[in-house]
């Protein structure tokens, strides 16, 4: 079993992800969100905020005032160390987030366009096969794998009534997975090294539909219900295995495809709830259930478990007018627990929670911000056997508010 394996080595690959974890699936399934989300431990559903690009729940574009443009990136930096119980190592990456943009159509009508991952795939581990007959002639396993899946969307919103919008965003999702397994005997040239590389193209659809509905009370009290759906289908896939016998001279390699493996995409249930006093504090959170337990991966109907996750989080502006620098940032704090998709041995790998900080500071002279946070997460196996990981994460996001659509004056 991998997570029975030696880890020592492991290799930094160049890579958003080291974890032997994503060998299942279609790897490391991203926690999608804009800048302010990810120091909030996550919630997206029910914020409603006119300075960001909340892509998660497309309901939120109709928010955008008329006269802003807004264009948003971000990146991540992280460090993860790896333990089964006996081993340990250390892993450094780096990753893309998401780059997104958002303008008014209408008064009645926000779009969206960007791009962002939907999944990691990265490992690399060695360990040994005992050959019970012959100690001598065990073999050395090498596991790695690389690629993902990508994401391209675009999106709208439309406000039906003074509180009620709804939106929805189409995207393109696309990438390549590969898997590679080689075993080499080092006490017995006679038996060839074998290579066998698995690789999963992937080009489809993904739909997302989102609602939100917001009750005033007052006018400095705001509740915010969100919600989000994501239907699953079957998607468009193809598998190549190349077969490789002994090297490039004194070997064999045959290739097989199958265009009609099937794999899906899990339908996902999303809700949130979000208070805002006075503009100035939000309190909100999330749940979120993925029904990864209804599709095929590879034409195996039980690869997977069910995905569930709860998110809690708050931000809070001192004084949005005040003079003082440090009253008009943006302090974020939030935590989650989930229930991650992956299945070895027939069972749940592992859970996984994190707790998030973060701010917002705003760049003199602009409505623009730079978003900073830190995300310390622990994934724990379920069995004593399987791998834990801990991992510090700094996301960088800068967001960039310009007014574009006014008259200006000429005297």
């Excluded at 914020?47 to 909340?54: I, L, M, Q």
């Excluded at 089964?84 to 958002?102: C, E, I, P, R």
């Excluded at 989080?313 to 989650?336: D, I, M, T």
């Amino acid at each position: 079993m991998l997570m029975l394996l030696g880890m020592a080595g492991m290799a930094v690959a160049q890579n958003n992800t080291n974890s032997p974890y994503t060998r299942y699936g279609y790897g490391q399934l991203v926690d999608q969100g804009p800048a302010n989300s990810k120091g909030m431990g996550g919630i997206a559903y029910g914020v409603r905020d006119k300075n960001h690009v909340n892509f998660v729940n497309p309901a939120s574009y109709s928010a955008v005032d008329s006269l802003t443009f807004i264009f948003d990136g971000g990146v991540s930096l992280q460090n993860t160390n790896f333990s089964n119980g006996t081993l340990k190592t250390n892993a450094k990456n780096s990753s893309f987030d998401y780059v997104s943009m958002l303008f008014r159509a209408a008064p009645w009508c926000g779009i969206s366009l960007g791009v962002l991952p939907y999944s990691n795939v990265g490992y690399g581990m060695t360990g040994t096969l005992e050959n019970s007959g012959n100690a001598d002639n065990s073999a050395q396993v090498t596991y790695a794998g690389d690629g993902g899946l990508h994401q391209a969307y675009i999106g709208a919103s439309f406000k039906l009534f003074k509180d009620f919008s709804v939106g929805a965003n189409i995207s393109y999702l696309w990438g390549d997975i590969i898997h590679m397994r080689g075993e080499t005997y080092p006490s017995d040239a006679s038996v060839f090294p074998l290579t066998i590389q698995n690789t999963m193209t992937v080009r489809s659809y993904k739909l997302d539909i989102g609602a939100q509905y917001t009750f005033n009370v007052g006018k400095k009290h705001a509740v915010t219900l969100g919600a989000v759906f994501t239907p699953g289908h079957d998607l468009s896939n193809s598998i190549e295995i190349l077969t490789q016998t002994g090297n490039s001279t004194t070997g064999s390699t045959t290739s097989t495809r199958d265009s009609v493996a099937t794999s899906g995409l899990a339908a996902t249930w999303g809700a949130g709830l979000t208070y805002v006093y006075d503009g100035r504090l939000t309190v909100g959170v999330d749940g979120m259930v993925q029904q990864w337990d209804d599709v095929s991966f590879m034409n195996n109907a039980d690869a997977f478990s069910k995905r569930m996750k709860v998110a809690v989080g708050a931000e809070y502006q001192p004084n949005p007018l005040g003079r003082n620098y440090f009253s008009v940032v943006k302090y974020r704090v939030g935590g989650y627990f989930t229930k991650p998709y992956y299945k070895v041995g027939g069972v749940r790998a592992a859970n996984e929670y994190g707790i998030t900080a973060g701010l917002a500071l705003p760049i003199p002279r602009t409505r623009s911000l730079l978003n900073l946070s830190a995300q310390y997460v622990c994934t724990k196996g379920k069995v004593a056997s399987f791998l834990d990981e801990r991992t510090l994460r700094l996301c960088i996001g800068l967001t960039f508010n310009e007014r574009w659509f006014f008259k200006r004056k000429v005297d």
